[in-house]
């Protein structure tokens, strides 16, 4: 999609495969192809993105509201009628199940609707008048420019638009490229992207990060870089740019997301939880639990539980029944997990649950393993998948002390019972990350609560609300009272 059109592309394709397979037989067959764009023509595109934006000639930046309200609409409506076939190429793609993939869907269209009515809002709360200091001044809000904004793979529309449809829908123009697995579900998107938006307003590139991001980057003419994935990417295309204090940055980055389980915890509660906060969509999301922390008074009885549960996950088809266990998108993840496991075995981690490390070609079996150290790469990294370090502790304070080095600061799982005697440790929690979740698991919605981190987790706040204010400016026009 480039200045408002679908282009035909008559260059080099790259081929998309299947993740999803059976785990005896393992058949990646051939879903579609994108094309592998080079430097000119990222940059070809770009210009598209910066003519919509050109100052004084640029409709889009000066639209009226309620014009710009109308491409929105239009584009969330053609949008809803594309679910059945976007929902089958999550599952194929990226290996999602049915309902998560339906959710994913629903989620993003909600997002859109309630992005429109709190921008009416927005508009009606920023447009405004105030007499200070012998000035007039008409306060409004205004966009940022031209946003370079790359999704990721795990959540391949939601996430993608969680930062493209505010960014837009405040007057910015846009070039989005989407990660590698998960990139042709957004094609059937792009024709209702192009009989929504005016030219240029939103633009697609497909390739190598380094073949075309980094080279748009390197212009300088990028406003604002909005990335979710992780921190060596984003560092990279910071890096390119050679305004940097001119670059504003949106990021949603690594997390190591901890459950604390204590004593008083209601286990069956702090079981079911933890299931799905660490295993849910296989763990590949940013919020997932990446490590539990167990009372040493609790701690046998929840590592046999646990392990059990985990036994008793169902792995197949996206598509299929009660299945909870899917194959992974990206081809060196199970052979990655597999080196997390053996690394902590050497240091002293077992699996607690028998069937912890089986793997296929693409998939591994979810492995619990415990006791974990500070010196295990497990303990260390952002695994992002199937495996579960638990490590028990009987001080809390000394607890808080090892969280407080972590490099990373999204959210917390505290399990407990009687939460007013818990206050003086959630107080301390909410300094560390910037959510914590009492008896239940990390999650980043509903999508109008502030979604954020500290340290190497986030740069600035995505939310319904936040995003609008994040993607836009607070300008004013100032005349003299004579
Ligand atoms: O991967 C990171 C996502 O923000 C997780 O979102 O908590 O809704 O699954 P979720």
Sequence with gaps: LDNGKLVKWEGKMDEVHSTISSTDEYKPTLLGTVPHMDEKTALDVLDSALNAYEYGKGEWPTMKVKDRIKCMRNFVELMETKREEVVKLLMWEIGKTLPDSEKEFDRTVDYIYDTIEDYKQLDRDSDTFQKVGGINAHIRRGPLGVVLCLGPYNYPLNETFALLIPALIMGNTAVFKPAKHGVLLLSPLLDAFQKSFPAGVINVIYGRGREVAAPIMKTGRIDVLALIGNSKSAIALQDQHPYKNRLRLILGLEAKNPAIILPSADLDLAIDECINGTLSYNGQRCTALKIVYVHEDIREEFNKRFAKRVDGLKFGQPWEEGVKLTPLPEPGKPAYIKELIDDAKEKGAEILNAKGGETSENYIYPAVLYPVTESMRVYQEEQFGPVIPVKSFSDIQDLLGEMAKS????????????????????????????????????????????????????????????????????????????
């Design 407 to 482: 490099n990373y600061g999204q959210q917390v799982s505290l399990f407990g019972d009687n939460v007013d005697a818990l206050a003086p440790l959630i107080d301390v929690l909410v300094n560390l990350v910037c959510r914590v979740n009492l008896n239940s698991s990390c999650q980043r919605g509903p999508d109008v609560l502030p979604f954020t981190g500290r340290k190497d987790s986030a740069v600035g706040t995505l939310s319904v609300h936040d995003a609008l204010r994040s993607f836009s400016i607070r300008t004013f026009v100032a005349s003299k009272d004579n």
